[in-house]
């Protein structure tokens, strides 16, 4: 019997196998991976993806899916799931507790909360290998969007100063129940190596980044004006005159440099 979704947790069960089998094959996980679901719902990738690795640890808050979910997991692997917020599950606590150096995460993440989901995964990306995601388009868009672009923005930069965002296809409404009313994309995101990785103070890059684009029509010498003048603009090498969706990550980078007083 098929769960009722809930509003509440912005449930919508994907259901086309064709779109499963596509996340899967994206995935392609392997019996030496740990990986990690977020949000396996009724289960239509958990069960895929337990059946290609052999074991699999699912995140879910709903206490309905769980028994459901468990049952049908039985013949197919090795399934083990955390009733859990995901925003309060430690991942990098989580692979050290089982031995391994990082986790592979996937899942279908709810719309109303997969920006603080992103920017959780993100804290933990020393132990995170991949994470495949299906979101909203939108949502996906503003991640891999360039500077200059009018969706680039804090998701933008903040993603892409700690991974690699590579769209892979879209995923339109008839293939879940309920159907969203807006299409969804899936997209693979690669943390940078420590060698890849900037060597800035990860809340001083959260300030400039979020006065930076709090208000985009103003010009930097505006917008950060209670964390840098336009002298220590310049001395980050960006125009004070600039807008924030001109800058490339590496510029807030500097910025949050000249900012931290290095």
């Known amino acids: 019997m098929s769960a009722r979704p809930k509003k509440s947790f912005g449930q919508h069960f994907l259901h086309d196998r064709r779109y499963i089998e596509r996340i899967v094959s994206a995935v392609?996980?392997?019996?030496?991976?740990?990986?990690?679901?977020?949000?396996?719902?009724?289960?239509?990738?958990?069960?895929?993806?337990?059946?290609?690795?052999?074991?699999?640890?699912?995140?879910?808050?709903?206490?309905?899916?769980?028994?459901?979910?468990?049952?049908?997991?039985?013949?197919?692997?090795?399934?083990?799931?955390?009733?859990?917020?995901?925003?309060?599950?430690?991942?990098?606590?989580?692979?050290?507790?089982?031995?391994?150096?990082?986790?592979?995460?996937?899942?279908?993440?709810?719309?109303?909360?997969?920006?603080?989901?992103?920017?959780?995964?993100?804290?933990?990306?020393?132990?995170?290998?991949?994470?495949?995601?299906?979101?909203?388009?939108?949502?996906?868009?503003?991640?891999?969007?360039?500077?200059?672009?009018?969706?680039?923005?804090?998701?933008?930069?903040?993603?892409?100063?700690?991974?690699?965002?590579?769209?892979?296809?879209?995923?339109?409404?008839e293939a879940f129940r309920p159907p969203p009313k807006v299409d969804s994309a899936v997209v693979r995101l690669v943390p940078l190596t420590p060698e890849e990785r900037h060597d800035a103070n990860h809340e001083h890059v959260y300030a400039i980044v979020k006065a930076a684009f709090a208000q985009r029509r103003k010009t930097l010498s505006n917008a950060l004006k209670q964390l840098l003048d336009s002298d220590g603009i310049r001395r980050a090498d960006v125009d004070p005159k600039a807008r924030a969706e001109t800058l490339a990550p590496a510029d807030f980078v500097r910025l949050a440099k000249v900012y931290g007083g290095s």
């Open 28 to 173: 392609a996980p392997r019996a030496e991976d740990f990986v990690v679901e977020i949000g396996p719902g009724e289960g239509a990738l958990t069960l895929p993806l337990l059946a290609a690795a052999g074991k699999l640890t699912a995140i879910e808050l709903d206490t309905d899916l769980i028994p459901g979910l468990q049952a049908r997991a039985t013949a197919a692997g090795e399934l083990h799931i955390i009733h859990a917020d995901v925003l309060k599950v430690d991942f990098t606590a989580l692979a050290h507790s089982h031995g391994v150096e990082r986790l592979r995460l996937a899942g279908n993440l709810p719309y109303y909360i997969s920006s603080p989901i992103l920017f959780h995964c993100v804290e933990h990306a020393g132990a995170i290998k991949d994470m495949h995601f299906m979101l909203q388009k939108e949502v996906v868009e503003r991640m891999a969007s360039e500077p200059g672009s009018k969706v680039y923005g804090r998701l933008s930069v903040m993603l892409q100063l700690a991974c690699r965002v590579e769209p892979l296809f879209t995923v339109p409404p």
